[in-house]
């Protein structure tokens, strides 16, 4: 069964401060995706990144990153020199293969407080 | 392109009520999701359709609860004599083949 654990309830740094979100994930599965969501204040859920399970090249996005590692199952979210409008719930989620990559399960989320 | 759209955006009934919400997803995607989600959690998986095909549903889902894809094209979400333990956002989503999901504002749901 597939399973996403995000063990920061919430984290709350300084802005400028460097922060990551864990994620950690299990699976049956060989072929299976990744993938991060912010939800905002205002409540809509965006995508941000989709990883699958055969690439684990570390990606840069401006100030986001993200560092793939299957031998730890952990897909782990970094944002550098955090801003306030970064503030919001972050959720990783999984979708295998076998299900057609249709199913996708998020973890709690982790919420993020930037302050000024 | 104009984003997936749900409706009602907000809805109070009284226990025991049916409610119907509706999601039209992103024209050009042929997978559509409903999600729930309550304070502090992650969206729970509810069922997805591909067209107008149900390819799962979740055993959490009680038999109150039923959604339908016509024509593949939008698609409708009934929760029938509702519980105050309904009560909550529910979120629709659609995707193409790639796998990531776009989400609707959603419809939160009171349940006096």
């Known amino acids: 069964a597939q399973k996403v654990t995000q063990a920061q309830t919430e984290i709350s740094v300084v802005e400028k401060e460097d922060v990551t979100l864990d994620c950690v994930y299990e699976?049956?599965?060989?072929?299976?995706?990744l993938f991060w969501y912010k939800q905002p204040p205002s409540g809509e859920l965006v995508f941000l990144i989709r990883?699958?399970?055969?690439?684990?090249q570390n990606e840069i996005s401006g100030r986001y990153s993200w560092n793939f590692q299957k031998s730890t199952s952990s897909f782990n979210f970094t944002i550098t020199a955090s801003q306030v409008v970064d503030s919001a719930v972050y959720f990783c989620?999984?979708?295998?293969?076998?299900?057609?990559?249709?199913?996708?399960?998020f973890g709690a989320g982790t919420r993020l407080f930037v302050k000024a | 392109d104009t984003g997936v759209s749900q409706n009602p955006r907000h809805k109070i009934t009284k226990r025991g009520q049916n409610v119907t919400f509706r999601c039209d997803p992103i024209s050009e995607h042929n997978r559509l999701y409903w999600y729930r989600q309550t304070l502090g959690q992650g969206p729970e998986f509810l069922t997805y359709f591909q067209n107008e095909a149900q390819l799962e549903k979740s055993r959490l889902l009680s038999d109150r609860f039923s959604a339908e894809r016509p024509k593949g094209s939008f698609s409708t979400l009934e929760i029938q004599r509702t519980e105050q333990g309904d009560s909550a956002m529910y979120l629709c989503?659609?995707?193409?083949?790639?796998?990531?999901?776009?989400f609707g504002e959603g419809s939160r749901l009171t349940v006096l």
């Open positions: 989503a659609s995707s193409n083949f790639t796998g990531e999901l776009f």
């Open positions: 990883r699958n399970s055969f690439d684990e």
């Open positions: 989620a999984l979708s295998e293969a076998n299900t057609g990559g249709f199913k996708t399960i």
């Open positions: 699976t049956r599965d060989t072929t299976y995706y």
